[in-house]
């Protein structure tokens, strides 16, 4: 069960940013959904609801506004609680050792009607036209979302593996057809890297169940998002500092984490693992 619980956890962690699809409809709309995951990335996570709120009245029947709502609703969750340290992916007595703090029902409630919307118009929209890429990405979002919120706020590890399984098929699907939608290979090389990196035998069970564990074709698809992704694109560097971490590359991981700290000054996280490196 532990090794379950720790692959749930480090797959459900970077699943949950799954915040935008790489699509470009309009101009307009990826600078207003720009400034709120900017915006959530920088903790300004107020500032980012109003943003996802603005969109979703403009644009009432996208499925990717609500998502990306609930998006934020999680990440701030997730920065109260502590479980978005770099220590969390390293070691994995960051994540058991942090603070014991309950959730809160508010945002829960919050976050499950934004998913709750969030699919009924994919939902919808697919029903139109099942090529609908934008409606296909929301979908995956919400159940990558579902599936954080499971493993990291509630703890229930196994059933968050059935949701995340279903996020990453419909992320591989939507590249077999459109692979320019960087930030899904995220979805994809996270497995394949925390999967890849554990001990034979269980990569053995786990790839026998269906799961997919190569480490070095999971770090080639987190540089496609680090490299080309839009919305996950931070993420994405974050994961390869993670990675560098673990490899021992500190000069890596320093380049990385300097990178973040430049371009989101206002999220401390990052700062704070540079810090340590020093």
Known sequence: MSSIKTITIALSAASCLLAGSGLIPTAGHNATLDDGYREMYNLRFGDAHQTFAAWKSAHPSDPLAPASDAAAYLFAEFDRLQVLQSEFFTDDSGFKSRPKLSPDPAVKAAFLKQLDDSERLADSALAHDSKDANAAFSKILALGLRSDYLALIEKRYVPSLKYMKDARTRAQDLLAKEPGVYDAYLAVGVENYMLGIKAAPLRWILS?????????????????????GHYLQPF??????????????????RELLAGLVQEFPQNQLYAKELARLH
Do not use: F, N, S, Y
């Open 208 to 228: 026998m169940a269906g799961a997919q564990t190569d480490k070095q074709q999971g770090i080639h698809e987190l540089k496609l998002t680090a490299e080309k």
């Open 236 to 253: 994405a560097r974050l994961l390869l500092a993670v990675a560098a971490l673990r490899d021992q590359d500190k000069t890596k991981a």
